[in-house]
């Protein structure tokens, strides 16, 4: 039906998921380097950007240069504060530019928050494939003390018989309320927050994933301390299987 692969960007993020007739991809750093996962009628169905780094969104500038059109572009809800040292305001201003410029192309402009209710999908494209938006809350997102990485999408994939739980860059504090307030939002494969950075490692969040895979999408040396050990020491402690580093097991595919 499809594969789902999680691409060694170094400290960085970028998953394409394919199917026969579709592609979408969840943050897209550096994808210029992997373009030939991508279809070639140079149309996407989907770009998630979890949130405004340049090493989640890197790869609009890519798409932009190189025509693809993207039907649907979805990204985080953050509302920058002034002189936000969270978000520079060079990234920013970036995104922003390859927002609007995919949005003049006619591509259909999304910043969700958590969904109100699980009782059906956020978005669900028929044919097995399905995504649901736990993440931000509304409230931990626009707190006075925010910083952008409490509005970073948390997105649950169903595809086909397999599930994906992309955490983006989540904080502890919207992991922590996504552990408090949300069941069975895991259970199979777990796309980890930050890169294995402590914040984002949330003890209660990684219990209640139940994975059976955990993949990181990280790269030494990059910053002091990360990934963190003791991150490192809370994914293999509650990981079923195994736990996949990118700069150790390089990229990752699953067929579903």
């Known amino acids: 039906m499809g594969s789902l692969h999680c691409i060694d960007v170094g400290w960085g993020d970028c998953t394409v998921i394919r199917t ?51 039907k649907s572009l979805i990204y985080s809800p953050y ?26 192309k006619g591509t259909n402009l999304y910043a969700p928050h958590r969904q109100e209710n699980f009782d059906k999908a956020w978005w669900d494209l028929g044919n097995g494939i399905r995504f ?51 069941n ?11 890169h294995g950075s402590l914040n984002g490692a949330c003890l209660d969040f990684i219990k209640k994933c139940n994975a059976k895979m955990t993949v990181v999408s990280t790269k030494t040396g990059v910053y002091e301390g990360a990934p963190d050990p003791t991150a490192l020491k809370r994914y293999k402690d509650n990981t079923e299987q195994k736990v996949y580093r990118t700069d150790v097991d390089g990229s990752l595919k699953w067929d579903f």
Not at 83 to 103: I, Q, R
Request: net charge negative.
């Open 79 to 104: 509302d920058r504060r002034y002189a936000d040292s969270s978000v520079t305001v060079e990234e920013w201003t970036d995104f922003d530019s390859l927002k609007n410029y995919f949005g003049s």
């Open 132 to 182: 649901w938006m736990i993440g931000p809350n509304r409230t931990i997102a626009n707190t006075d003390r925010r910083e952008i990485h409490d509005a970073s999408l948390v997105i649950m994939a169903f595809l086909g018989g397999r599930r994906c739980l992309f955490a983006g860059d989540a904080s502890d504090a919207n992991l922590q309320d996504i552990a408090g307030s949300t």
């Open 20 to 70: 026969e007739t579709a592609t979408f991809l969840v943050d897209c750093h550096r994808i210029v380097d992997h373009s030939q996962l991508l279809l070639k009628d140079k149309t996407i169905q989907a770009v998630f950007i979890t949130h405004q780094h340049k090493d989640h969104f890197s790869g609009l500038s890519f798409l932009k240069d190189e025509g693809y059109a993207i």
């Open 184 to 194: 069975n939002y895991c259970n199979d494969i777990l796309h980890a927050s930050h």
